[in-house]
């Protein structure tokens, strides 16, 4: 947390316009009292589906848990990002009562991942969702968040294009580059499609890349 910490004050004094989203998992309200002292603004917290499905999904922590780190989050002053993950075998009351549960907690941001199922991996024979399915959920998560950023991640390769057409059906933020266990759109086409569809786009390349170096210069100072 100590290295987290550091990193995180460096990027903000040195791009103090920058937005910092710190994702660490289930962490102690002193650890997001400093986060937020370092520059961070949004802490992430995924609760991934809806209170009856989650413990079918994880057996780690509870879904009470996950919303007890949310709310510690919000008593010190940061946004909050929370989302999950479609096609694990959730029903549509599920997802509705999920999208019902982050407008109470009023979530800033909101990542939808829809489950690419993987060999090897226990949901390996989920059956992949249709794109009218994944259209609606977008829809619903808009609808019910009017004012949050529903924020595309893994299974936009599911769609043509690069998922266009859910930045017209409620999508307005999205990950771009690969995920977690699964590839998805690089940059240059999402800055293509984004383009395409009208939107203006903040060019800021050469700073990301200062910032990356910087990064490693301090990871490689800690490994030593």
Known sequence: MKKAIAA???????????????????????????????GVTMYHCNVETSERF?????????????????RLAKEVGLEICSGGIFGMGETW????DMAALLAELQVTSIPLNFLVPIKGTPLEDREKLTQEDIIRIVAIFRYLNPTAWIRIAAGRNYLQHGGEILF???????????????????TAQDQEMFERLGYQLKRNLHSCVEIIHSNRKEQRKYEQ
Request: charged share 20%; glycine share 8%; hydrophobic share 30%.
């Open 93 to 96: 009351q599920d997802r509705f």
């Open 8 to 38: 995180y004050q460096a990027m903000h004094e040195a791009y103090p316009n920058m937005m910092l989203c710190a994702s660490h998992g289930l962490v102690k309200g002193e650890d997001l009292k400093q986060m937020k002292k370092a």
């Open 168 to 186: 017209c059906s409620g999508a307005n933020a999205t990950l771009t580059g690969d995920m977690l266990t699964t590839v998805g759109n690089n």
């Open 54 to 70: 989650f413990s079918q999904i994880c057996t780690t922590h509870t879904y009470e848990d996950k919303l007890n780190e949310i």
